[in-house]
């Protein structure tokens, strides 16, 4: 069944104020549907995951409306919000605007734009990492809170201060005008293998709005490390892409090498399983 409420991003937050939300990364609606019933309490829709799931580069080929279709499918699909990467925002100022009107008008609660140039270069790719200067990225910010009709749409500031290379005084000076700009929260990506930077980060921080973290190279900082730490929500934006590659070539490669599927059957999900996820019964009933 298609989902007709949920909950959005700013209440799911401000419901967890003694916690953190944990949010997981999908690039489509059973994605998200897995996400949701391991205890995920929000999805990102990740730039990285959707256009791998196309077989593209994550390097903002791909448009508004496909991320928007994307993001809006796996939102039908949920009954936790759909956190949207959103990249650059598409292009200049007045592309923020438009995509919080078609992001918001979709029903999503909740948007991610980075104060990179555009065309971006994901995040951990060699170069390419250009920084947009904080003062235009402060006025597209500005823009999208400007630009949402209600009150829920959630708009996080996201500073690529130090994948670029720059340092922690950098960061904490490109969040503090984003905050001030009306970011409702900032994520402060790093791509160092410890959580030392985030903790400096963290050390410099007046917490003037929420902290949002992706803990994709520094693996091992646990949630009640992270919780303890001040931060807010927490993204692992790309463990079920990778998990789908992984399970996926092993399960292709055993089907052809062996010439029958029988080593695989213990290992992969059953039909009814497929089913279940998609409420199938539910469907049924609306046929009786
Ligand atoms: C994504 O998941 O697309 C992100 C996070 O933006 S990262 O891949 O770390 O840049
Ligand atoms: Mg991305």
Redesign the pocket.
């Known amino acids: 069944m298609q989902r007709t409420s949920y909950p959005s991003f700013r209440s799911v937050l401000d419901g967890t104020k003694d916690g953190v939300v944990r949010v997981a990364?999908a690039h489509d609606a059973l994605g998200g549907l897995l996400a949701e019933e391991a205890g995920f309490q929000a999805v990102?829709s990740?730039?990285?995951?959707?256009?791998s799931s196309r077989g593209l580069p994550?390097a903002s080929l791909l448009s508004m409306s496909e991320y928007l279709q994307v993001a809006a499918n796996t939102q039908k699909a949920l009954s936790i919000p759909v956190v949207t990467?959103c990249?650059t925002g598409y292009g200049g100022i007045l592309n923020v605007a438009h995509m919080v009107h078609e992001f918001e008008a979709a029903g999503l609660t909740a948007v991610?734009i980075?104060d990179k140039q555009f065309p971006k270069r994901?995040?951990?790719a060699n170069g390419g990492q250009h920084l947009e200067s904080a003062e235009e990225f402060a006025r597209k910010i500005h823009t999208a809170k400007r630009a949402q009709s209600g009150p829920e749409m959630f708009v996080i500031a996201?500073t690529e201060a130090m994948?670029s290379g720059l340092g922690v005084e950098a960061a904490l000076e490109r969040c503090r005008r984003y905050a001030d700009a009306g970011a409702d929260a900032v994520l402060v990506?790093s791509?160092q293998k410890t959580h030392d930077q985030i903790m400096s980060f963290l050390d410099g921080w007046d917490f003037r709005c929420p902290v949002v973290i992706?803990p994709?190279t520094y693996p091992d900082w646990h949630i009640d490390d992270i919780k303890k730490a001040g931060i807010s929500a927490v993204?692992y934006?790309?463990h079920g892409?990778r998990a789908t590659v992984s399970a996926l070539r092993s399960t292709y490669r055993s089907v052809y090498a062996n010439g029958d599927t029988t080593a695989v059957e213990d290992s992969i999900a059953s039909v009814q399983d497929v089913f279940a996820l998609q409420r199938f019964d539910a469907w049924c009933e609306l046929e009786a």
Do not use: P, Q
Request: net charge negative; aromatic share 8%; with cysteine.
């Open positions: 990364g990102w990740s730039s990285l995951e959707v256009s994550d990467d990249d991610c980075e994901n995040s951990f996201r994948i990506h791509k992706v994709t993204i934006a790309n892409l």
